[in-house]
């Protein structure tokens, strides 16, 4: 067995695993994140849930106290400062649902209503166009379509659209354009010429790898992107747009982390880099454009994210987390790398256990990884295996009550990355493509055989639960494996990849064509990846939770699995969460689904106990 124990180059430590956690009742007084500084730097708009639902607040960096913003009952997701200071951009979630709105108002909190994200039309926001207060977005239904839109007056104007379109980023005199093109893990970047419509193509095509982020450099001559698309881990790369013969040149890369994020500076002169460093702690550096040196900053948690520069690139805000911290947004002084939280003073959640990295072999040698959090005392313990959604996500050391509850009831964690995870580069974020899902299932039944083996988990008590793709590879492992896990938990998972396709949105659809296959060239192969196929195999409790109003996967996918269930009297729990959609976004049923989770867990393996003791 072995086991990673050492330290990240954070300020902030976790707390060691000997400490017991306190009960999952006593959470933090909400958490902070997706900051949004003001241009000078003088204020942060933030988002929080200590209300109950995400909502915008702002601060002035200097103040004790956050104030809140009316931005009505329904959760907001993301925002972002206008570059002259007079709006806050917020994208609405009605309902919690994957189609979103895009709602601006003032930072006094007045001047409040929508302009864009109408009907059945989702809107995304790419930024702003630098110095004004024009937004740039992408408004999708079956097509992307790039729009900019005054904040002031709610004029638009249509750049282009097409399918499976993103918008990344406006030169200044909005004469040309960066879409982003392509299904899931094949994306590219296009340049688009406002004035004639033309679009071209922006770094050869290698044939395998994506690029999903770029902007253009501050002369709007380059367009600085990340890509995997030359490479086993993702890169920061130049294009010179006058010389589209001329290979791209790399500008950040590193032999041990993944390029997650860039942040660039509205000025072009820097660009601040997130890395996820193996296994997913996060590092940061600031990289001179430049010259192109870059120097370490530390990170004020194990887990970084929603990097953004004020408008003066003076100030940088950030969002850090760990096992026992919760999400807050922390201050960085660019050119000293002095970091403070926003909120005044420190926070750390309740006493609770930092997790170990782990590294096992799948069935097929395959290299895998996974974080385990232990009860204390001596194991092996009744265990469950925690599956992430994406599957282009990864399980990284993040504040998860929902571990600490488990562990607290002495409920060992194991969250493995199983192959189809980000965070390892690309051959491994494709290897559960297709076909190769059914190596995704197999990895679990191999995660499950090392706890046992590494005499972590007790046999016959075995659990697993997962959220989202998560959820679909709970019930995928049930009926592929059966007896190999005493209860499940599945969490907004596909049941029917026919049904799935036929119901999600039609962008979601048409983008998960390239990770799960064709819904009609692929039929054959998707029947049978498809859990309801099988559900006759499948003969241990199941909890059944789903958002009623989510539409990625849509609630109907629990439904049929929970109806299946029933006709064959098997043990189980449908449990549909109002005002919700894919993502729990209310603490409340947050809290609930946490609830439910842990007893299902708890009574079910401890029920398992009596059956072979």
Known sequence: MSVRTEAPPTIRRARPAEHRPAPPSLLPAGEDFAPAPSPDGRRVAFLSDRAGTPGVWVRDVDAAEAVALPTGDEPVLALSWSPDGRWLACVIAPGGAPRTELWVLRPDGSGRRQVAGFGRRSAALAGWLRGGAVLAVTETDEQGRAVLIDA???HRRVLTEGDLLTL??????????????????????????????????????TGRGSTDQGWFGPDGTSVLARTDAFSELAALVRVDLSRPE???????????????????????HRAALLWNTYGGRSELSLLDLADGVQRAVGAPGEVLDDAVFAAGGDLLCLTAQGPVQPREVWLVDPPTGTLRPLRPGTRTGDSGVAPQLVDLRARDGLPL?????????????????????????QERPAYNPLFQALVAQGVAVFAPNVRGSSGFGRSFVAADNLAGRYGAIADVAACADFLVDAGVARPGQLGCLGRSYGGYLVLAVLVNFPGLFAAGVAECGISDFRTFFAGT??????????????????????????????????????LLIHGANDTNVPAGESTQVAQALAARDVPHRHLVLAGEGHDFLARANQEAARTATTGWLTRHLAATVTTVG
Do not use: C, F, M
Not at 369 to 393: F, K, M, V
């Open 152 to 154: 002031g007056t709610g």
């Open 168 to 205: 990344l980023d406006v030169t200044p005199d909005a004469s040309a354009a960066l879409l982003r093109r392509g299904p899931r893990n094949a994306r590219w970047l296009e340049l688009l010429d406002v004035a004639t419509g033309a679009r071209r193509r922006l770094l050869p095509d």
């Open 246 to 268: 001329q290979p791209p040149t790399r500008l950040a890369w590193r032999p041990d982390a993944e390029l997650e994020h860039v942040a660039p500076s509205a000025d072009g």
């Open 369 to 393: 990884s996974g974080w385990l959090y232990r009860p204390s005392g001596p194991g092996p313990w009744p265990t469950a295996i925690s599956l992430h959604g994406g599957p282009e996500a």
């Open 505 to 542: 949105e039609p962008w979601i659809a048409a983008a998960a064509v390239s990770k799960y296959g064709d819904p009609e060239r692929d039929a054959e192969l998707l029947r049978d990846l498809s859990p309801l196929t099988h559900i006759d195999r499948l003969d241990v409790p199941v």
